[in-house]
RNA sequence: CGGGAUGUAGCGCAGCUUGGUAGCGCGCAUGGUUCGGGACCAUGAGGCCGCGAGUUCAAAUCUCGCCAUCCCGACCA
């Protein structure tokens, strides 16, 4: 491809609307451009880099047996309203009418698509097990859409879809989905992890989230350095600490309420305009792992509390979990007023009303700190005899240095960005849409599914959040737009030209993408260019190497530089590619 | 949806406080000189100043309404 004929606007200066910096590279390099909020183009270097992704993505879908096909954008309100989600999926659902006022929506997922599908025209058990995926444009009316293509409404994601006879069969299908995911990121050239998360709104039990690692990823992941071990930070889970002596001392007693000096247990004091554990510790002189945090929390069945240690952190969706309440939320200021009688900041579990939880970690304290419920008061020497705990678990936010539940080691603390998410569902679908079919033994059964997403432009996203530098874009090569980045220093010479073209000639004959800039602009200008839109390996043929019949070569994600003979060019690209895959 | 901000040339911005009909840098066009890390000189094109209403002799500037975009939060592949 020809530099002076490629539509390839590239951007001196960083768009405002930009954020991040796949954003803004992906605008500087001239790869999208916005249309409307969260809705972009795709020019053509923006498509060689998806086309990229999407091959390698079918490639590895098809190698694990997976069947591609395509379902339609617009989809009928019916299937919607058959699972309940045309009113449960709320408003990032676009819907639309059609001339005649039936309602369709814009398809953000494909499940009651594929289930009704798959219902039609599955009878026995002897047309499973099987595999569906599609790549295609989902819309989603997302609230606050951002950051390019790694948030936009409109998006192309590759969803999958297994269809088994049971659990069994579904839990395989599930592990060649993982093997799948695992070798579609690799062949990207991206670092990531596979990471234990929770299933969510879409529900099953069994899921895992793909993360590329870079540090300006919104996911917070943790990983252990001695194992395997990784999981999304909502669902890292922590082993009790192992049963010792109390952190305070020897707890006081049931029933046990006076000091020897005739003053009661807990005792008030009075911490003026103290509401964060910070400003507490701090005034009372005692370190936060002596303090008891009380966290309130709202949901359907209404309000709960939630003790966690000082030092520590509370984690709602392990709540969420224990306390057997999806809805529960941290509830607003004048819940929290009304449940302890006293303004936030104050709330403790002593004399509350409502059912409390607490971490392990509270269970192995004694004589601690806790808020009064009562404005500018807490109370010490607090044992858990004071008040009555629902039930004890796992609630706290997993630490940086905190023990590996797998195997003990250290847990450590990555970012990263959520490209592909594979869950088990079980009959969650089939079971509402009535997606059966007849066993062996002639009884009638739902379908055991599964489905997994990838997003294919979050995916090169990440790519550029994981491989960039000042100058720009470092693409991996599988997924670069180009591999080479051919740049005629002086085509207006004949000699240069001449060996820039031949050079052309013969990497394009060879198979080999190619970008040659043969624009009339000054070097700068095209080393500057050259390095923004990030081909792995970047070709000079000027003057100053014909001198010695040279050409350069210089490996964009390193910086190397070599010469090379202009005889062995050709060759010499195929060696250096050949290295790099 | 709540809080904050911004809309002026393709991009980045100034002008608005104190009304007088628009400017800078980059980019673009033409000519010339340059030519190995975003050149220089000259000339030039390009703007219903987000939209609508109002105040005024006069509005980019003041007032009101609307729209769009961005940021923070709740939400999310």
Redesign the pocket.
């Known amino acids: 491809m020809r530099y002076s004929k490629y539509f390839l606007p590239?951007?001196?200066?960083?768009?405002?609307?930009?954020?991040?910096v796949s954003h803004q590279l992906m605008l500087?390099s001239g790869m999208i451009r916005?249309v409307?909020?969260?809705i972009y183009e795709l020019l053509p270097l923006g498509v060689r880099v998806i086309r990229k992704v999407e091959a390698i993505v079918r490639e590895e879908m098809d190698r694990a047996g997976a069947m591609e096909i395509l379902m339609p954008t617009v989809l009928p309100a019916e299937l919607w309203q058959e699972t309940g989600r045309w009113d449960f999926y709320g408003k990032?659902l676009l819907r639309l009418k059609d001339r005649n006022g039936r309602e369709f929506c814009l398809g953000p997922?494909h499940e009651e698509v594929v289930t009704d599908l798959v219902r039609r025209e599955v009878r026995s058990y002897r047309q499973l097990p099987f595999n569906l995926y599609q790549i295609q444009t989902?819309f989603?009316d997302?609230?606050?859409?951002?950051?390019g293509?790694?948030?936009?409404?409109e998006?192309t994601?590759k969803d999958a879809y297994s269809f088994d006879a049971d659990r069994a069969g579904a839990e395989k299908s599930y592990r060649a989905m993982h093997e799948a995911y695992t070798a579609i990121f690799r062949r990207c050239g991206l670092k990531f992890r596979a990471v234990e998360a929770d299933s969510?709104?879409?529900g099953g039990n069994l899921s895992h989230?793909f993360m590329v690692l870079a540090d300006t990823g919104?996911d917070r992941v943790v990983s252990c350095l001695e194992c395997e071990y990784a999981a999304n930070l909502e669902m890292a889970a922590l082993a009790p600490p192992p049963k010792g002596a109390p952190s305070g001392g020897i707890p006081r007693k049931e029933g046990e309420k006076e000091s020897s000096e005739g003053g009661r247990y807990p005792i008030e004091v009075k911490t003026p305009g103290m509401r964060t554990v910070e400003e507490v510790t701090k005034f009372l002189g005692v370190s936060a792992r002596r303090l008891v945090k009380t966290i309130v929390f709202n949901g359907d069945r209404g309000p709960v509390a939630v003790l966690v240690r000082g030092d520590h952190e509370v984690n709602p969706a392990k709540v969420r979990r224990l306390a057997e309440d999806d809805t529960l939320?941290i509830a607003d200021p004048d819940i929290v007023e009304r449940v302890t009688g006293a303004p936030v900041g104050f709330a403790g579990p002593v004399g509350l009303a409502i059912p409390v939880f607490a971490d392990h970690a509270v269970a192995g304290m004694s004589h601690f700190v806790t808020g009064g419920n009562a404005a500018d008061i807490h109370l010490t020497e607090v044992d858990l005899v004071d008040f009555e705990v629902e039930a004890f678990g796992d609630l706290r936010e997993a630490a940086p240095g905190d023990p590996c539940p797998k195997c003990g080691g250290k847990l450590d603390f990555l970012r990263g960005i959520?490209?592909?998410?594979i869950f088990y569902l079980g009959t969650k679908y089939s079971g509402s849409m009535k997606a059966h079919f007849l066993d062996e033994a002639g009884a009638e059964k739902p379908i055991e599914m599964g489905c997994y997403?990838i997003?294919v432009?979050?995916t090169a996203a990440a790519a550029i959040e994981q491989n960039h530098d000042d100058?720009?874009i470092i693409w991996p090569l599988p997924i670069a737009p180009f591999q080479v980045i051919l740049l005629s220093?002086?085509p207006?010479k004949k000699d240069v030209h001449s060996v820039a073209e031949k050079i052309y000639r013969d990497l394009t004959s060879a198979g080999i993408e190619v970008l040659f800039d043969d624009r009339e602009?000054?070097?700068?200008?095209?080393?500057?260019?050259?390095?923004?839109i990030g081909i792995p390996l970047?070709i000079?043929?000027?003057?100053?190497?014909?001198k010695e019949k040279m050409v350069?070569f210089?490996e964009r994600a390193t910086g190397c530089e070599s010469k090379v003979p202009v005889e062995r060019a050709a060759e010499a690209v195929k060696e250096f590619l050949g290295k790099m895959e």
Not at 521 to 532: C, H, I, S, T
Not at 540 to 546: D, H, I
């Open positions: 590239t951007l001196r200066e960083v768009p405002t609307e930009a954020e991040v500087r916005r409307a909020a969260g990032e997922t989902k989603r997302e609230i606050r859409p951002r950051f293509l790694m948030r936009g409404r998006f994601m969510g709104k879409i989230e919104e939320e959520e490209v592909g998410h997403g997003g432009g979050r100058k720009g220093l002086d207006g602009e000054r070097p700068g200008v095209k080393f500057n260019d050259a390095d923004l970047r000079t043929v000027g003057e100053r190497g014909l350069e210089r």
